[in-house]
Protein backbone atom coordinates (compact mmCIF):
# COMPACT_ATOMS: atom_id res chain seq x y z
CA UNK A 1 0.00 0.00 0.00
CA UNK A 2 1.37 3.42 -1.01
CA UNK A 3 -0.03 6.20 0.49
CA UNK A 4 0.33 10.07 -1.47
CA UNK A 5 -0.34 13.51 0.09
CA UNK A 6 0.07 16.51 -1.95
CA UNK A 7 0.99 19.95 -0.59
CA UNK A 8 2.00 23.15 -2.00
CA UNK A 9 -1.65 24.28 -3.39
CA UNK A 10 -2.63 28.08 -3.16
CA UNK A 11 -3.74 31.05 -4.41
CA UNK A 12 -1.40 32.74 -6.98
CA UNK A 13 -1.40 34.73 -10.02
CA UNK A 14 -1.18 35.03 -13.13
CA UNK A 15 2.49 34.81 -14.61
CA UNK A 16 3.34 33.23 -10.88
CA UNK A 17 5.06 29.75 -9.92
CA UNK A 18 3.95 27.10 -7.14
CA UNK A 19 5.78 23.86 -6.54
CA UNK A 20 3.80 21.20 -5.74
CA UNK A 21 4.77 18.54 -3.78
CA UNK A 22 3.67 14.74 -3.06
CA UNK A 23 5.01 12.43 -0.55
CA UNK A 24 4.70 8.74 -0.47
CA UNK A 25 4.71 6.81 2.88
CA UNK A 26 3.14 3.39 3.45
CA UNK A 27 6.11 1.38 0.78
CA UNK A 28 8.92 3.16 -1.23
CA UNK A 29 7.51 4.37 -4.75
CA UNK A 30 11.13 4.18 -6.09
CA UNK A 31 10.53 1.44 -8.45
CA UNK A 32 6.84 2.82 -9.41
CA UNK A 33 5.98 5.10 -12.43
CA UNK A 34 4.42 8.82 -11.15
CA UNK A 35 2.30 11.27 -12.46
CA UNK A 36 0.17 14.48 -12.05
CA UNK A 37 -3.30 14.49 -12.93
CA UNK A 38 -5.54 17.81 -12.82
CA UNK A 39 -9.39 17.85 -12.27
CA UNK A 40 -12.08 21.05 -12.89
CA UNK A 41 -15.37 20.47 -11.19
CA UNK A 42 -17.75 18.97 -13.78
CA UNK A 43 -14.57 17.50 -16.29
CA UNK A 44 -12.45 14.50 -16.20
CA UNK A 45 -9.12 13.96 -14.79
CA UNK A 46 -6.52 15.56 -17.00
CA UNK A 47 -2.93 14.07 -17.53
CA UNK A 48 -0.66 16.87 -16.79
CA UNK A 49 2.41 15.27 -16.64
CA UNK A 50 5.02 11.33 -15.68
CA UNK A 51 8.23 10.74 -15.02
CA UNK A 52 9.40 7.06 -15.15
CA UNK A 53 10.62 5.44 -11.98
CA UNK A 54 14.59 6.38 -12.27
CA UNK A 55 13.49 9.86 -13.56
CA UNK A 56 14.63 8.98 -16.74
CA UNK A 57 11.86 9.70 -18.74
CA UNK A 58 9.20 12.47 -18.58
CA UNK A 59 6.30 13.33 -20.67
CA UNK A 60 4.05 16.95 -20.34
CA UNK A 61 0.72 17.68 -21.52
CA UNK A 62 0.71 20.09 -24.30
CA UNK A 63 -1.27 22.46 -22.30
CA UNK A 64 1.79 22.74 -19.74
CA UNK A 65 4.65 21.95 -22.02
CA UNK A 66 7.80 24.70 -21.66
CA UNK A 67 6.41 25.86 -17.86
CA UNK A 68 5.91 22.74 -15.64
CA UNK A 69 8.58 20.92 -15.08
CA UNK A 70 8.12 17.22 -12.59
CA UNK A 71 10.96 15.71 -11.08
CA UNK A 72 11.14 12.82 -8.15
CA UNK A 73 13.83 12.30 -5.33
CA UNK A 74 13.29 8.63 -4.59
CA UNK A 75 15.61 8.52 -1.53
CA UNK A 76 13.00 11.27 -0.17
CA UNK A 77 10.36 8.95 -1.77
CA UNK A 78 9.00 12.25 -3.27
CA UNK A 79 7.32 13.54 -6.47
CA UNK A 80 7.70 17.04 -7.26
CA UNK A 81 5.35 19.01 -9.81
CA UNK A 82 7.00 22.82 -10.98
CA UNK A 83 4.76 25.26 -12.09
CA UNK A 84 5.70 28.40 -13.58
CA UNK A 85 4.32 30.88 -15.79
CA UNK A 86 0.88 29.80 -14.56
CA UNK A 87 -2.42 30.98 -16.29
CA UNK A 88 -6.12 31.17 -15.02
CA UNK A 89 -6.48 27.68 -17.32
CA UNK A 90 -4.25 25.94 -14.56
CA UNK A 91 -6.67 26.35 -12.36
CA UNK A 92 -7.85 23.09 -10.91
CA UNK A 93 -7.56 20.44 -7.94
CA UNK A 94 -4.02 18.83 -8.61
CA UNK A 95 -3.38 15.18 -7.72
CA UNK A 96 -0.14 12.74 -8.09
CA UNK A 97 -0.20 8.95 -8.58
CA UNK A 98 1.71 6.47 -8.41
CA UNK A 99 1.84 3.06 -10.57
CA UNK A 100 3.83 -0.03 -11.36
CA UNK A 101 3.18 0.41 -15.22
CA UNK A 102 6.12 -0.06 -18.20
CA UNK A 103 4.44 2.45 -20.68
CA UNK A 104 4.21 6.21 -20.60
CA UNK A 105 1.96 7.13 -17.89
CA UNK A 106 -0.15 9.28 -19.99
CA UNK A 107 -3.31 7.08 -18.63
CA UNK A 108 -5.10 7.24 -15.40
CA UNK A 109 -5.21 3.54 -15.82
CA UNK A 110 -2.03 3.31 -15.44
CA UNK A 111 -1.59 4.08 -11.25
CA UNK A 112 -2.90 2.52 -8.86
CA UNK A 113 -2.37 4.48 -6.20
CA UNK A 114 -3.80 8.29 -5.54
CA UNK A 115 -3.57 10.87 -3.49
CA UNK A 116 -6.14 13.05 -2.28
CA UNK A 117 -5.36 16.26 -4.27
CA UNK A 118 -4.07 19.94 -3.47
CA UNK A 119 -6.11 23.13 -5.21
CA UNK A 120 -4.65 25.19 -7.21
CA UNK A 121 -6.39 28.40 -8.40
CA UNK A 122 -5.15 31.24 -10.68
CA UNK A 123 -6.11 34.37 -10.18
CA UNK A 124 -5.80 37.01 -13.62
Known amino acids: QVLLVESGGGLVQAGGSLRLSCAAS????????MGWFRQVSGKAREFVSS????????QYADSVKGRFTISRSNNKNTLYLQMNSLKPEDTAVYYCAAGRYTGTGFSDTDYDYWGQGTQVTVSS
Open 51 to 58: ISWNGGTT
Open 26 to 33: GRSVSSFG
